[in-house]
Nanobody, 123 residues
Framework: HVQLVESGGGSAQSGGSLRLSCATS????????MAWFRQAPGKEREGVAR????????YYADSVKGRFAVSQDNAKNTVYLQMNSLKPEDTAMYYC?????????????????WGRGTQVTVS
């Protein structure tokens, strides 16, 4: 399994920025694809961004395209989510997740490992 620990959440003003980090450790072959999900109160958990760790290809939900950017630092075993032009509707708990095979979608069931989340609040 891969251990995932998120950090960097907090409060921001509308239009502001935050950068989330996801530190990974453990069996690295299980992190073929790294993703960020979020869950707002009363809503389902949704995929936001993902990165295929082999190629560096990135994919985004329509709601964050052009505002969020996912990246990785292999030397630090860390994945980042840079969030710009934040909106109140971005308020949610943000989770990092890893999957061992493929990187074609945000299907939650195929993500093997999850972090505990970090809260982002935009006002």
């Amino acid at each position: 399994h891969v251990q995932l620990v998120e950090s960097g959440g907090g409060s921001a003003q509308s239009g502001g920025s935050l950068r989330l980090s996801c530190a990974t450790s453990g069996y690295t072959y299980n992190r073929n694809c790294m993703a960020w999900f979020r869950q707002a109160p009363g809503k389902e958990r949704e995929g936001v961004a993902r990165i295929y760790t082999g190629s560096g290809n990135t994919y985004y939900a329509d709601s964050v395209k052009g505002r969020f950017a996912v990246s990785q630092d292999n030397a630090k075993n860390t994945v980042y989510l840079q969030m710009n032009s934040l909106k109140p509707e971005d308020t949610a708990m943000y989770y990092c997740a890893a999957r061992a095979v493929g990187c074609r979608d945000f299907l939650k069931a195929v993500y093997n490992d999850w972090g505990r989340g970090t809260q982002v609040t935009v006002s």
